[in-house]
């Protein structure tokens, strides 16, 4: 049975004060707070196997590697991807985002089209803007409307036969919108496009099948499923892994080095050079098996039902308007009130104890179609309440009555 007050005390950080406030944490979308489990696990590691990996007879080491490879394989069974050496773990989505740019370089050429969507986060966006400029391939953007979701009619018409790749994200981290990405997906095979779908704000909600998508790439960061900063995962069809160059050189990820040839390890060790984030990976794994045992579908209706209840209490107030009303989306609302700016809004309320994030997003694109120079957005955990969100609705008035 889901119970957010038992839940909640997992969660050291929430019982903190911020301006003599107690915190209300609407921030997730940055970045999700981190429970005792995996806090505990990061000690753990620290305390009793801190050694390097793949590299030591010894028995710290081998005890350090095989954790690091058993998180592989809980991340593996996760996103249900066939084989383990089809996670490769990086330092975040945007590290996967690059390594999988990168390595199309010598793939592409001029003429070739590489498709994104109007909604996608930054990181989604300059890799691929890169991507062109080494190589002459041309960008296309899918459009977006007014509820903040894709104009899908217009991908429809993009995709040709020089489409190579599309990128698309499953949710986008300023409105919260749910792409239909199975759709996106199945249309770019039918052109012969890889797809890569980053998977930054999918995974604290929802629990991907990438087998079932039939995704060439999905990407995701630890940090915004309760795992720590500076680890993340890039999932790849085996073919395509195989096919790509490596991303950086270094140890590890060789066979064999000479000063007339250096051969590559095998997957997933050829793009994974240097000592990794190795912590990071384990407890990467302890974040999905907390996630795990709440359970996704759990999750995902508590949500929805904060979802519905913030956005109903703040439409009341007047003068609020809310950017991204898809029907299909999670638990992020972007809104601004009147004509004030979003980062008074912000600052008003975080003297109040409540963190919400102010600006652009990382997604200038959405702000600039609705001609806006940022919104406030809060973002709701499973471990937030309605109470909390009836303190955010009091918080706003209160910013109104100061600011208009
Ligand atoms: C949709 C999306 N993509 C990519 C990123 C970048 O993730 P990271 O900073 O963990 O690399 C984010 C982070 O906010 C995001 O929301």
């Given at each position: 049975m889901f119970n957010v007050q038992d839940i909640r005390k997992d969660f050291p950080i929430l019982s903190r004060?911020?301006?003599?406030?107690?915190?209300?944490?609407?921030?997730?979308?940055?970045?999700?707070?981190?429970?005792?489990?995996?806090?505990?696990?990061?000690?753990?590691?620290?305390?009793?196997?801190?050694?390097?990996?793949?590299?030591?007879?010894?028995?710290?080491?081998q005890e350090a590697t095989d954790l690091y490879e058993q998180a592989r394989q809980k991340i593996q069974a996760h996103f249900n991807a066939k084989f383990s050496h089809e996670i490769i773990l990086t330092s975040g989505t945007t590290d996967s985002i690059n390594l999988v740019a990168n390595g199309f370089s010598s793939l592409l050429k001029k003429g070739d089209e590489i498709i994104v969507s109007a909604l996608e986060h930054h990181s989604n966006i300059v890799p691929w803007q890169m991507l062109c400029e080494r190589t002459g391939a041309s960008l296309k953007v899918i459009p977006m409307n007014e509820e903040g979701e894709l104009v899908i009619t217009d991908f429809d018409n993009l995709l040709s036969k020089n489409t190579k790749l599309v990128f698309v994200n499953h949710i986008s981290n300023a409105l919260g919108t749910i792409n239909p990405i199975k759709y996106i997906i199945d249309k770019a095979h039918q052109v012969g496009a890889a797809v890569l779908i980053d998977g930054a704000q999918a995974c604290p909600h929802i629990k991907p099948d990438v087998q079932a998508l039939d995704v060439d790439f999905y990407v995701a960061s630890a940090h915004k499923m309760c795992g720590p900063t500076g680890v993340g995962m890039l999932y790849g069809k085996e073919d395509w892994l195989n096919k790509l160059p490596p991303y950086q050189g270094g140890g590890e990820m060789i066979a064999e080095v000479t000063f007339e040839k250096t051969t590559y390890a095998d997957l997933p060790h050829k793009f994974e050079a240097g000592t990794p984030n190795i912590a990071g990976g384990i407890v990467f794994g302890a974040a999905i098996d907390y996630m795990n045992r709440i359970g996704f579908d759990a999750i995902a209706a508590y949500e929805n039902d904060l979802l519905n209840y913030a956005t109903e209490k703040l439409l009341a107030i007047d003068g609020l308007k809310i950017y991204g009303t898809s029907k299909n989306k999670t638990s992020v609302i972007s809104f601004n009130l009147e004509d004030i700016h979003p980062y008074d809004v912000g600052t008003i309320l975080d003297k109040l104890g409540i963190a919400v994030r102010t600006g652009h997003h990382c997604a200038q694109p959405i702000m600039d179609f609705y001609c806006i120079p940022g919104t406030v957005r809060a973002s709701f955990s499973f471990y937030n309440t309605k109470e909390e969100i009836d303190t955010l609705v009091e918080g706003v008035k209160k910013a109104k009555m100061m600011l208009s």
């Open positions: 004060k911020v301006n003599g406030k107690s915190l209300v944490y609407f921030d997730n979308a940055a970045t999700s707070q981190t429970p005792q489990q995996v806090i505990d696990a990061i000690i753990d590691y620290y305390a009793n196997y801190n050694a390097n990996i793949h590299r030591g007879v010894h028995t710290l080491s």
